[in-house]
């Protein structure tokens, strides 16, 4: 034992020593892009890291751990050439939280905000210089406040993180025994339904602004428990009745990175876009015919209601690609053509991975 330790010291001796020289060249980095007025995230070049580490990784480290390790060494580099802060949909503990710690790092300032309103809001006045919001989940489908904002804002998608999330029963009793009511955010409430019915049968469901909200109202009432993701519980000191009881074990919610910069192509893209259609017969199928077209893949298809007017609607869509690409470039042209209304979002990097993530 003490000769494994000894070796581990000296690896460790080593791992640090080759961090602190990367840092470095990431702080010569930092002088020229300030030189050349660049934003210090680069979520293309940080994508190809990312890649290049995982394709060359040989274990017994997966994939996720490399990403999970360099995402935080690239988050410390960031942080040297200058602090970057990130809104997100809080307060602490909420999944949105979780998902701004695994794009952007331990290193970045982050800001909870009230509301996915408040997050847009935080970021347009420039009082942070990226927010997270959720977009869709796997089995509730799509935010569709989200979608309606992006529909008004000038901010830009610049990236995009899935997480399976993971639901725990907690309460500050520690005992199912006397639990009189549930918190939680609607959507975990939804996506927990069937365990819900089943093993809390009669138990009223209550509506929370945020699961972080929940866990705090459940930490005051000894008599309520609180759907709630593992981080929350821990901020609130609460006990765990149950774990993992989403209905669906493969549950993932993909939240957007909102920004006011462009990404470069990865070769490994996705373009979001809004459109509307004139209404007459053939419009819909008139606007995806210059998409099959040029082979485009649609990833996402999703209609949602123009508010000002009735029985109108507006298409959200992602693609495969790069809106510099000529075959997107040439799409978007086409459907110009077409349709009354049509929105860039942005361009950016497919997500990296799909991982569970908890802390």
Not at 7 to 12: E, F, G
């Amino acid at each position: 034992m003490a000769a494994l330790r000894r070796k581990i010291d000296a690896l460790d001796e080593q791992v640090l020593a080759l961090l602190n020289q990367r840092l470095e060249v990431a702080g010569q980095i930092g002088l020229v892009k300030s030189a050349a007025r660049e934003p210090v995230l680069d979520a293309a070049r940080e994508n190809q890291v990312l890649n290049r580490l995982t394709s060359l990784n040989q274990g017994p480290l997966t994939a996720s751990d490399v990403s999970a390790v360099f995402r935080e060494v690239m988050s410390a580099a960031r942080k040297l050439q200058r602090p970057a802060s990130a809104a997100y949909f809080g307060p602490e503990g909420t999944f949105t939280h979780l998902a701004a710690l695994k794009y952007f790092g331990q290193a970045t300032e982050l800001k909870p905000a009230s509301s996915i309103k408040d997050v847009f809001d935080t970021v347009e006045r420039g009082r942070a210089d990226f927010g997270v919001v959720p977009i869709e989940n796997s089995t509730e489908g799509v935010v569709n406040y989200t979608l309606d904002l992006l529909n008004t804002t000038d901010l830009k998608l610049c990236g995009e993180v899935y997480l399976e999330i993971a639901h725990y029963l907690v309460s500050a009793s520690g005992s199912r025994q006397g639990i009189e009511r549930v918190y939680s955010h609607p959507q975990p409430l939804a996506q927990c339904r069937d365990w819900l019915s089943k093993n809390m049968p009669g138990i009223p469901l209550l509506e929370a602004s945020s699961t972080a909200h929940a866990a705090g109202i459940a930490k005051a009432d000894p008599k309520a428990a609180a759907v709630t993701p593992l981080l929350a519980a821990r901020i609130h000191g609460l006990n765990i009745l149950e774990e993992h009881i989403e209905d669906n074990p493969r549950n993932y919610t993909r939240f957007a990175v909102l920004g006011r910069q462009e990404c470069a192509p990865t070769g490994a893209d996705k373009t979001s876009i809004l459109f509307s259609t004139e209404d007459v017969p053939g419009a819909l199928h008139s606007a995806l015919a210059p998409f099959a077209k040029r082979g485009i893949n649609l990833t996402k298809l999703e209609s949602r209601p123009i508010k000002a007017q009735a029985w109108r609607y507006i298409f959200f869509v992602d693609l495969e690609g790069h809106a510099t690409e000529a075959a997107v470039t040439e799409t978007i042209d086409e459907l110009k053509g077409c349709c009354r209304f049509v929105k860039l979002l942005g361009s950016y990097p497919k997500a990296h991975d799909q991982e569970r993530f908890e802390t």
